[in-house]
């Protein structure tokens, strides 16, 4: 069985500009959920989607968005993009609103 | 909030060490994950405990979820080179009595010397 899968796996932007990351579900998982995790920071929640409705979002600013497909596959979006957005973004899955979450390998995002 | 305190940060130790980790709660959790987590990877849960008193093992891999629903306990014995890693413990906040997003101890980052 496939994990979760993210794409890219790293990605360089300027400040200002827009970055978006997407994130494959695990077969069968219908909830995704996107965690941030930066140098020294931990894990921050951001996101989470249920069957294609935002569940939840964490204590980010308007211009972290994402959405989730009819295939439960979802996107992460993030506009005006700012130096402290250096992360690493980080994709789980659950099998509905369950608290085991399996994660994907994550999306390395510099901002220069 | 939900907050997890983790301890240690850090730790460096011998192969063949025993180690033990724990994470705290002012709240009462009523599941507690732990994952490992290796550089440029994402984490991996190892170990998901979901009863009070509950003793959990995989391999060399023993978790505890505590009494009082408020901590965990991560033991590692007879360490290994390749047990390296950060590991967290986790647990899942709550809206409206359903689970939600998983919140996350700072993590104790294990380094083991041959």
């Known amino acids: 069985e496939a994990g979760v899968t993210q794409s890219p796996t790293h990605l360089i932007k300027t400040r200002g500009q827009q970055a978006t990351l997407r994130c494959s579900p695990i077969s069968g998982h219908t909830s995704v959920y996107w965690y941030q995790q930066a140098l020294g920071l931990g894990l921050q929640f951001l996101l989470w989607y249920d069957e294609g409705e935002e569940r939840n979002r964490g204590n980010f600013p308007p211009r972290f968005s994402g959405r989730q497909f009819p295939n439960y596959s979802s996107e ?37 | 909030g939900q907050q997890l305190n983790q301890s240690p940060q850090s730790m460096f130790i011998q192969e063949g060490e025993d180690v033990s980790m724990n994470c705290t709660s002012s709240s009462i959790f009523n599941t507690w994950l732990w994952y490992k987590q290796e550089p440029g990877e994402g984490p991996v849960l190892l170990i998901a405990l979901y009863k009070a008193g509950e003793l959990t093992s995989n391999g060399r891999l023993t978790a505890q979820f505590g009494i009082t629903r408020k901590d965990s306990f991560l033991n590692i014995s007879a360490s290994i080179p390749s047990d390296v890693g950060i590991y967290f413990c986790a647990g899942p906040q709550y809206y409206g009595g359903s689970q939600g997003n998983l919140i996350f101890g700072k993590g104790t980052k294990l380094s083991v010397k041959p």
């Open chain 1, 76 to 112: 992460l979006n993030v506009n005006a993009l700012e130096l402290e957005d250096s992360a690493l973004y980080l994709c789980a899955s659950s099998p509905g609103q369950q608290e085991t979450q399996y994660f994907g390998p994550g999306t390395r995002l510099l901002v220069l």
